[in-house]
């Protein structure tokens, strides 16, 4: 299971174990059986038939009913598996710059100071969520540049994880005091995004998300190579020819372009990409090449389930993907420091 594959394209010979490819077709495999499950189930029934024609031919007796059910139910899974993945390989980018495996777009502020840019342009001017997502990348890269200029001063271990944390917290009470401000109307709309939302997920929202993954996505297939020096140290990094500084500026850069467009269409979603690079830690190499994609399909599958367990568990009410993401998240969160402590101190 563990045999190195080689993928031969030209000059290129990319190494895979073959335990690497048996992970990803399982994770395929899993995300197309969530895929269907969640255009089936919902607050409205859906016959297993009628999904199977809707699916195949769109001439049956109830298309129009079918078809306008879809409307709502595919976008809001392409949001979910799209936004997954770039939140997971958000996080990753985050874990190496910042040498710690809890590091997070929510942890460390990020996801935070997007959202409150986003929603200081929603309340002041009517933009479109295209230039909400522009803002929100302004906006985290100012409390990524804040929070680690910070992390530095504190010369602590885990004083990423502290300052990002203290940000975080300071910046949703901003957020919570300027919704409040603008009246009861206006902090019921917000509220919902604000917690972590695939509500209001529409074709638009998808086009938006693949647009930006698009333009990132010649990076992110670049990133293993500066990932894997800095894996080995700053100062390892520094005697092969890395700049390790610039990398850092680099992969801050990268992250917080990653999780802006999310923040835009579905609000802050914390811990997904913490469970997901732990997961996919847990089934295949520590390699970038293989930990990256992987991690990328695990936030997919995670946040998918996410909403879809928030919109069919608890029926009547309907629960925000982010709420389940952040209650799975912290106890994640909990096992994985308890993990790491009994590893220091067996």
Same mark, same amino acid.
């Given at each position: 299971?563990?045999?190195?594959?080689?993928?031969?394209?030209?000059?290129?010979?990319?190494?895979?174990?073959? %335990?690497?490819?048996?992970?990803?077709?399982? +994770?395929?495999?899993?995300?197309?059986?969530?895929?269907?499950?969640?255009?089936?189930?919902?607050?409205?029934?859906?016959?297993?038939?009628?999904? !199977?024609?809707?699916?195949? @031919?769109?001439? =049956?007796?109830?298309?129009?009913?079918?078809?306008?059910?879809?409307?709502?139910?595919?976008?809001?899974?392409?949001?979910?598996?799209?936004?997954?993945?770039?939140?997971?390989?958000?996080?990753?980018?985050?874990?190496?710059?910042?040498?710690?495996?809890?590091?997070?777009?929510?942890?460390?502020?990020? @996801?935070?100071?997007?959202?409150?840019?986003?929603?200081?342009?929603?309340?002041? +001017?009517?933009?479109?969520? @295209?230039?909400?997502?522009?803002?929100?990348?302004?906006?985290? &890269?100012?409390?990524?540049?804040?929070?680690?200029?910070?992390?530095?001063?504190?010369?602590?271990?885990?004083?990423?994880?502290? !300052?990002?944390?203290?940000?975080?917290?300071?910046?949703?009470?901003?957020?919570?005091? +300027?919704?409040?401000?603008?009246?009861?109307?206006?902090?019921?709309?917000?509220?919902?995004?604000?917690?972590?939302?695939?509500?209001?997920?529409?074709?638009?929202?998808?086009?938006?998300?693949?647009?930006?993954?698009?333009?990132?996505?010649?990076?992110?297939?670049?990133?293993? %190579?500066?990932?894997?020096?800095?894996? &080995?140290?700053?100062?390892?990094? !520094?005697?092969?020819?890395?700049?390790?500084?610039?990398?850092?500026?680099?992969?801050?850069?990268?992250?917080?372009?990653?999780?802006?467009?999310?923040?835009?269409?579905?609000?802050?979603?914390?811990?997904?990409?913490?469970?997901?690079?732990?997961?996919?830690? %847990?089934?295949?190499?520590?390699?970038?090449?293989?930990?990256?994609?992987?991690?990328?399909?695990?936030?997919?599958?995670?946040?998918?389930?996410?909403?879809?367990?928030? %919109?069919?568990?608890?029926?009547?009410?309907?629960?925000? !993907?982010?709420?389940?993401?952040?209650?799975?998240?912290?106890?994640?969160?909990?096992?994985?420091?308890? +993990?790491?402590?009994?590893?220091? =101190?067996?």
């Amino acid at each position: 299971m563990n045999r190195t594959l080689y993928l031969k394209a030209g000059p290129l010979h990319l190494p895979f174990r073959q %335990r690497f490819i048996f992970v990803l077709i399982t +994770m395929l495999a899993a995300i197309l059986l969530c895929i269907l499950l969640a255009l089936w189930q919902g607050t409205q029934h859906v016959s297993l038939t009628a999904l !199977a024609q809707w699916l195949y @031919s769109s001439t =049956h007796q109830d298309a129009h009913e079918i078809d306008t059910l879809m409307q709502l139910r595919l976008p809001r899974v392409l949001v979910a598996l799209i936004a997954g993945a770039l939140i997971a390989a958000s996080a990753y980018l985050l874990q190496v710059v910042s040498t710690n495996k809890l590091a997070d777009p929510g942890l460390l502020g990020i @996801s935070q100071g997007s959202n409150a840019a986003i929603i200081l342009s929603a309340m002041f +001017m009517t933009t479109s969520t @295209s230039f909400q997502a522009l803002g929100g990348l302004v906006g985290g &890269l100012l409390v990524g540049a804040f929070v680690t200029t910070l992390a530095a001063r504190l010369r602590n271990a885990n004083g990423l994880i502290l !300052a990002g944390l203290a940000v975080s917290i300071t910046l949703g009470a901003f957020v919570e005091i +300027m919704m409040v401000s603008g009246g009861i109307t206006q902090f019921s709309r917000y509220l919902s995004w604000s917690h972590g939302s695939l509500d209001a997920a529409s074709f638009s929202d998808v086009t938006l998300l693949l647009c930006w993954a698009g333009l990132l996505c010649p990076l992110l297939l670049a990133a293993p %190579r500066l990932i894997s020096p800095m894996l &080995l140290g700053n100062t390892q990094a !520094a005697a092969i020819g890395i700049n390790p500084k610039q990398v850092q500026v680099i992969m801050i850069l990268l992250a917080t372009s990653l999780v802006a467009p999310v923040v835009a269409v579905a609000g802050p979603l914390s811990f997904i990409g913490l469970i997901a690079t732990h997961l996919a830690r %847990r089934v295949v190499s520590p390699h970038p090449g293989e930990l990256l994609p992987t991690a990328m399909l695990c936030g997919a599958l995670l946040l998918l389930l996410a909403d879809l367990a928030g %919109r069919t568990l608890f029926l009547p009410l309907v629960i925000p !993907a982010g709420l389940l993401a952040s209650i799975g998240g912290v106890t994640g969160f909990l096992i994985i420091s308890r +993990m790491r402590r009994k590893k220091r =101190h067996p």
